[in-house]
């Protein structure tokens, strides 16, 4: 039975994005179609939707909206400029991106993202492509592990986890231990490296009140989908696929992504505007500051799901809706 995703901060984004009810919108990540079904419910019948996801089963699950106003696409959203420009649309209306995973990809075991449920190590957004989280781990020294897993898992106990992982993997591959191949496996090996470096008295779910492998699944997850450059190319993209008064909105759930959507709609630092050279003699106090160019997007609003929300979704706890307009004349 496909599992079911509830949509986060639902009104909230459909509210700040469609300004143009005859427009065109992109929706970026579209996991069971939520907030597209939303878009097309407010768009008038001359509206559009262009809905993207990498994941093939969230395509074939879109495939039995049936309407015409709907395109729906197998791309990373990376991939928005071709897509755009394979359907001729130079630009659009609005662009909304809800990050991350969805419930069917976290509940079905098999897709191997989850530490509760016991499936393949795999992790992949897109199940057609690309190495999974056991093929990836295999390449991995212990080194390099640990800094995925400080960096995007800000996990403090990195380097032990890291270590054991590769040694693990080394032992099997000499074939002294069974192989890492579930979820189940490294969410034990994890939790058993975390419990052994953590201070007595600490809950067994650790500091923050969560299950010990949470963070290393998080950061595997980002390193096998490239999540963050991902979110890099769709934010450098977004100025030139949004039209001059449209509406940028992302929701993200961590502040990796959050980070980067602050700084993508931020206005620019006069300093953004120097050589490396002009830069140092600013520093040195000895240039004036050259002319700005005008920001890509003004800041609208940063929308909080309301306490409601929060508990009728526990998914929605961490997530964060920013909202910006395009610049420049419509
Ligand atoms: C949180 S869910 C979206 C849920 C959707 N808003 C709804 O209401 O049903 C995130 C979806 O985005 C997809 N996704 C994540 N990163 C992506 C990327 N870089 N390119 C395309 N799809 C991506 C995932 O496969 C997943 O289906």
Redesign the pocket.
Known sequence: MAAL?Q?VLFAETLDALVHRPEGVYV?????????TRGLLDRLSPQGRVIA????PA?VAAGRGIQDPRLSLHH????GLPEVLQQLGIPAVDGLMA?????SP?LDEAERGFSFLRDGPLDMR?DSSAGPTAAEWLAHQTAEDLAEVLAEWGEERYARPIAQAIVARIRSAQAGEADPLQTTLQLAQLVAGVVRKHQKPGKSKRGAAGIHPATRTFQAIRIAV?R?LD?VDALLAAAPRCIKPGGRLAVISFHSLEDRRVKQAISPPKPSDFLSPRERRLAELGGLPQTAQAEPPFRALARIFPSEQEQERNPRARSAVLRVAERGGQP
């Open positions: 995703h949509s929706d970026a990540t579209f996991g069971r179609g939520g907030h993207l996801d990498r994941d969230a791309t990373p959203f990376s809800d990050l991350g995973v969805s990809q957004m989908n999540e991902e």
